[in-house]
Each structure stands twice: as structure tokens, then as C-alpha cells.
């Protein structure tokens, strides 16, 4: 076992690392029933919502998603194959994963930063290194184990559930999206979204090539929605949105709260290269009152200037970028290695783990398609 030092917090202090502006390379869609599409289908456009929304309408018949299933790269990897097929190449890059993945490491490293006596929470990942790559995928069963616990957890008396603050998001998101785009929507379908059933099983998927320091990464991650419409060359960036809710801010305690949030804003929002991220800020009863733009490239230095301080973005980039090179060093050859942090740990932890090969986390699809493709290049 090896592990990683999280601090001294000084040695990931000073100018940001590289990073390279991530670009589509490929992109794929669930439908209404969360069957997979390698194609856009699912993407939809923003509109603005009523101010004055119940974000609560519709709990009762909210269709939720059963996300237990370990399926874990096996989409990503399929997209990843189509496009290989078009190229004729193999996609090279240092790491694969999921954003999900990416945003675990970042922000628990910020989290130590800012409050140090909080009960930080753990993660473990699975990763295996496979013809100059390392995958990476969450480990299911420590997911579902951290599930059980959260939803073990009861509400404070007179608070909304766990489940219904969660659906204030997915409420969200439904009233401020359109199927295609605005002009070519009736007003009648626009005014009717407080009325459609709320479900999560539709997602658009963007598949991302950037680099962080030294270190290439092809991620995937869902997108809300498109501002206007995706360009013709795909080299241009794309005018994603992200939507988000957060509770009214109140006092000095709540702008503390919201400028933790936004730290979670800005890593989700750019690693995919998302540029705008909408906020619906809601009464405590979810009731949908303001929205405000923010420009994801601008948070951090509006985080440093007119916040609290509680987060530093060059500091998590300089942390990734020092953390990828050194997982590079330690996960190679054949075997499926362990990433963990245990609860209030200061460090993270690599262990190869005994009688598993990539199979563990590569599809069977996936490898007969490497074999195949190895093969034609020799």
C-alpha cells in the first residue's frame, strides 16, 4: 500500500497548473426509459422558469431513476468504441473516468482546507491500467453502503426529506427545459412544464478531452442544457448550462453555505468545459424566487475578492494536477488497484487488490474491441 499526502496545504499554493480547455469528442443519450443512444436525442435547451414555481408539485409521481445497478464505465466505454470506429484510432489519454470521479478528489481536498474539524467523508474508486490508461470507476459497493447510511438518517424535525430536497433539483430542471429550441416551441408546451411529470431517466452525456498539469483525461459527465445551439465547427466550445438550486441567502452563515456550493458548482461545471451555470434560489418551502447567471471561468477570483475565502481554485487545480502524476506512478501493469480515503484521514491510499484483472472494470465489449483494433494496427 502506498498513500498520498494531502498536506502541507502550502505545496499546492501559487499559479495555476496547465490546464487545457476541454473539447467534445463524442457524446451519447438516455432516453425516457434510460435506454442508451449514441447520438445527441436527449439534449435540451434552457428557457427561463416562473419565478413563483412550487418546486414540490409533482413529488407524488416523480419517476426516479434506480441508479443501484453497477453498471459503471459500461456506457462511457461503448461511446468511447463508436468513436474509435469512426477515427480508426484508439483515443489516448492518461486517465478515463467519469466527471463524478474528478470532482471526489477535488473537493474533499477543499473541504479539509475550510473546515478542519468537520467528519469529512471517505471515498474508494476502483482503477486499472490498460494499454497505456488508467479507468477509473466508483467502487459500487462502497457507494451503496454510504447510500444506506444517508437514507438510514432522519430529518430534523420540520425540515423536507433528504428525498424531496433532491427532487427540488430534478423540479428545476424540468421547468427550465425544452425539448428543442424556444423558437420552434409552442408557447403552450412552454407554459405547461409546471405540469409534465418529473423524471430522471433522460440525460445528455458529453465525452470530454482536457488536461490537468501533466496528465490527459477523456471524462464523461451529464449537461443540462444548450443556451442557444451546439456549433458547426466542433473545435468551438459549446454553450452548455448547468442548472442548480440553493436555499435564499439570508445572513453571513448562508453566504457561507452557498460559497461551499459554489465550489462544487465551478469543478462540475469545469471539467466538462460548461461556461454558465444558472442558480434557481428557493424559499426553505421550495418555492422557486430568483435566478442568477454566474460565468464558471469568474467564480473562483469572485470567490477570492468579494467572498469568505473558504476555497482557493488555483490551489485545487495545482492539488489534481500533483495527485494524477503521482497515480500515474503507482498504477501500472496488470491488476486492479483500490483508491481510498477513509473518513477523516489526511491521507489517500493506492492498494492493488489480489485476484481481479481489468475485466473487473472493463466490459468484455470494450476489451474484444481493443484486441480487435491492437490487431489491425499491427
Known amino acids: ?42 439534449m435540451r435547451w434552457y428557457y427561463p422558469p416562473r419565478l413563483g414555481a412550487d418546486l414540490s408539485s409533482g413529488f407524488d409521481t416523480f419517476r426516479k431513476l434506480d441508479d443501484t445497478a453497477d453498471n459503471q464505465l459500461d456506457s462511457l466505454l461503448k461511446t468511447l468504441i463508436g468513436l474509435e470506429k469512426e477515427n480508426g484510432t484508439k483515443c489516448e489519454a492518461d486517465f478515463i473516468t467519469w466527471r463524478g470521479m474528478m470532482t471526489k478528489v477535488d473537493l474533499f481536498r477543499v473541504t479539509i482546507m475550510t473546515t478542519p474539524f468537520e467528519n469529512f467523508n471517505g471515498f474508494e474508486m476502483n482503477a486499472t491500467y490498460f494499454q497505456g490508461t488508467i479507468f477509473i470507476e466508483e467502487n459500487h459497493e462502497y457507494k451503496m453502503a454510504q447510500w444506506k447510511s444517508q437514507h438510514s438518517q432522519r430529518s430534523r424535525h420540520g425540515s423536507p426529506s433528504q428525498d424531496l430536497m433532491s427532487f427540488w433539483g430534478y423540479k428545476f430542471e424540468s421547468l427550465s427545459l425544452l425539448p428543442q429550441p424556444w423558437d420552434a416551441t409552442s408557447r403552450e408546451y412552454i407554459e405547461g412544464r409546471e405540469q409534465e411529470i418529473v423524471n430522471n431517466y433522460a440525460q445528455y452525456c458529453s465525452v470530454v478531452k482536457t488536461g490537468i498539469g501533466k496528465a490527459k483525461l477523456v471524462i464523461g459527465g451529464e449537461v443540462d442544457a444548450v443556451w442557444d445551439s451546439k456549433p458547426d465547427n466542433k473545435d468551438d466550445p459549446i454553450s452548455w448550462v448547468e442548472l442548480k438550486t440553493s436555499e ?10 452557498f460559497e461551499r456550493k459554489l465550489l462544487k458548482f465551478w469543478v462540475q461545471s469545469f471539467l466538462l468545459g460548461v461556461p454558465k451555470i444558472i442558480v ?15 460565468e464558471t471561468k469568474s467564480i473562483p477570483g469572485n470567490v477570492r475578492r468579494k467572498g469568505k475565502g473558504t476555497w482557493d481554485g488555483n490551489l485545487c487545480i495545482n492539488f489534481t494536477a500533483t495527485f494524477l502524476e503521482w497515480l500515474k506512478q503507482e498504477i501500472h501493469g496488470e491488476g486492479v488497484w483500490r483508491i481510498r480515503r477513509r473518513e477523516r484521514s489526511p491521507f489517500i491510499e493506492v492498494y492493488q487488490m489480489p485476484d481481479y484483472d481489468c475485466g473487473y472494470i472493463l466490459s468484455p465489449e470494450f476489451l474484444a474491441w481493443r484486441e480487435q483494433l491492437q490487431a489491425r494496427e499491427e
Open 1 to 42: 500500500m502506498t498513500s498520498f499526502n494531502i498536506g502541507p496545504l502550502d505545496r499546492f499554493g501559487g499559479k495555476s497548473a496547465a490546464i487545457r480547455r476541454p473539447k467534445e469528442i463524442a457524446c451519447f443519450s438516455y432516453d425516457d426509459e434510460h435506454e442508451y443512444h449514441p447520438d445527441d436525442s436527449s
Open 248 to 257: 435564499e441567502i439570508q445572513n453571513d452563515r448562508d453566504m457561507m453555505k
Open 280 to 294: 434557481g434560489f428557493r424559499s426553505r418551502s421550495g418555492i422557486l424566487q430568483r435566478l442568477e447567471e454566474l
